[in-house]
């Protein structure tokens, strides 16, 4: 049911924060790709302006509809995911190697994205039900329901996406009661599986996917192939020293030496243009969201808001983690866009829907009494 009395309890610190993430991310898709469009269609930062008010509309759909009435159609909307999953293996478009989008027409639909909020919401909906703590209920089944997901993903291959998944099963099943009793157990049962896993995941990858982890150790063993992105990653971040260089002396970017600047390495875009300066007012906005994403999961009013809260903090969280890490050379690159700044209309209304859940958490906290 939707509730109409949305501007009484509208934060507007958080949309605000957001909105100034979003914009940071298309004045950081024009400066990397506005010189590339000379066909006259529309370039990439208008179709991302676009995707933002497709995004709004989400993030205002998904304040208003109650999420205890959205929580009770979780397993349904579940298995449409699985479903969808399944048919983009068989008719979806394929690129570089993977096979992870529904062409419809000139716009692209990537089901593995929406996937990831979706698995919030199902083990927020099993954890706020379940009854028992035992190591079964809060580690094997949640295990049982995120696996079909994991596998169809890992299958495309997306090992960004598989590496959300796995990390938003654990961080919810941490929320979800799980006791200290209970960690040996699970430790247990993790190595028993891990040779399984291990061997399901490694041979899942292309071999250009495993050549990045192995060279992810040191870049310069292959400065012109598999290094070659950390290695113009970390050149561009560097370049761009205390103040940056603004939009037209960013020669990493505008010169093409950085691939994908516009999709996964966005954050070193932005930190050529804008320096140390401009990248310390970025972590500022991500850590004010960050904040006020975990005071509305503390003062949930339920489990149910918590665990919601919770997951989507787990995965917006690990998704700026990885990718700054990746584009830094802390972490392998596995291809993790960075939440609300990366090119992408799936992950950009996703992400914005997510932060409309985070709102409708909040708002029936003031509107209903448990």
């Given amino acids: ?101 529904f062409a419809l027409g000139p716009v692209a639909f990537q089901p593995s994205e929406v996937a990831k909020l979706v698995l919030v919401i199902v083990l927020a909906k099993y954890f706020a039900d379940v009854q028992r703590t035992g190591w079964i209920q809060q580690v094997i089944i949640p295990g049982l329901l995120t696996a079909p997901g994991l596998l169809l993903i890992l299958k495309q291959p997306d090992l960004g996406t598989a590496m959300s998944f796995t990390f938003i099963y654990l961080a919810m099943v941490l929320m979800g009661g799980f006791h200290a009793k209970t960690l040996g157990m699970a430790i247990l049962f993790t190595a028993m599986l891990f040779p399984f896993i291990w061997e399901l995941f490694w041979t899942s990858l292309h071999d250009y996917q495993r050549e990045r982890i192995l060279t992810f150790w040191d870049p310069t063993l292959d400065p012109a192939g598999k290094g070659y992105h950390t290695l113009q990653s970390q050149i561009a971040i560097g370049s761009g020293g205390l103040w940056g260089k603004g939009l037209d002396e960013a020669t990493q970017s505008r010169l093409r030496f950085l691939p994908e600047g516009h999709t996964d390495f966005i954050f070193a875009v932005f930190a050529e243009h804008w320096g140390f300066i401009g990248v310390a007012v970025l972590f500022a906005l991500f850590a004010v969201l960050i904040f006020l994403i975990a005071e509305i999961a503390f003062k949930a009013k339920d489990g149910m808001g918590l665990l919601l809260a919770g997951g989507i903090l787990a995965m917006l969280g690990f998704c700026l983690i990885v990718n700054v890490g990746m584009t830094m050379g802390v972490f392998p690159i596995v291809g993790i866009p960075l939440p609300l700044m990366s090119y992408g209309g799936t992950t950009t209304v996703t992400t914005m829907a997510a932060l409309g859940l985070l709102l409708n958490v909040k708002r029936r906290r003031l509107t209903l009494f448990y």
């Fill in 1 to 101: 049911m939707i509730d109409s009395r949305i501007p009484d309890h509208f934060e507007w610190r958080f949309a605000l924060v957001a909105l100034g993430i979003l914009l940071l991310g298309v004045i950081s898709i024009y400066s990397a790709t506005h010189d590339l469009d000379k066909t006259g269609s529309l370039p990439m930062y208008g179709k991302q302006m676009i995707w933002i008010l497709v995004g709004m509309v989400a993030f205002l759909v998904a304040m208003a509809i109650d999420y205890h009435r959205l929580a009770s159609q979780a397993y349904l909307i579940y298995g449409l995911t699985l479903v969808m999953l399944v048919l983009v293996l068989f008719g979806g478009r394929s690129s570089r190697g993977a096979q992870r989008w």
